[in-house]
């Protein structure tokens, strides 16, 4: 059963950075596609990034491009998201989530963090 937890979250005002990390535990993680996704109060869990299993393959929700950087390293059973340029429009509890081997843009994960509260202040 694969573990995901989120750290680094908190209150940045707008134009500053922050960067998230999710700890992997319970799998292999070179076995799973990574994801981030948020939600914000009454709105739908939106797409934020995906990483594909080994790294070589990301993408990210319009929102975000040009602003987020997902990244993963392996050998820590530990993927990244870091934010910078933020916005109030990005506050939202961030969650990681895991998806046995192949990467999608969908909420199609099988397992998922419990998320950690990103707030942008204006």
């Known amino acids: 059963q694969v573990q995901l937890v989120e750290s680094g979250g908190g209150l940045v005002q707008a134009g500053g950075s922050l960067r998230l990390s999710c700890a992997v535990s319970?799998?292999?993680?070179?076995?799973?596609?990574m994801g981030w996704f948020r939600q914000a109060p009454g709105k739908e869990r939106e797409f934020v990034a995906a990483?594909?299993?080994?790294?070589?393959?990301?993408y990210y929700g319009d929102s975000v491009k040009g602003r987020f950087t997902i990244a993963r390293d392996n050998a820590k059973n530990t993927v990244y998201l870091q934010m910078n340029s933020l916005k109030p429009e990005d506050t939202a509890v961030y969650y990681c989530?895991?998806?046995?081997?192949?990467?999608?843009?969908?909420?199609?994960?099988?397992?998922w963090g419990q998320g950690t509260q990103v707030s942008v202040s204006s």
């Open positions: 990483i594909s299993r080994y790294g070589r393959s990301t």
């Open positions: 319970g799998g292999t993680p070179s076995n799973y596609a």
């Open positions: 989530a895991a998806r046995w081997l192949a990467i999608v843009t969908t909420t199609a994960y099988d397992y």
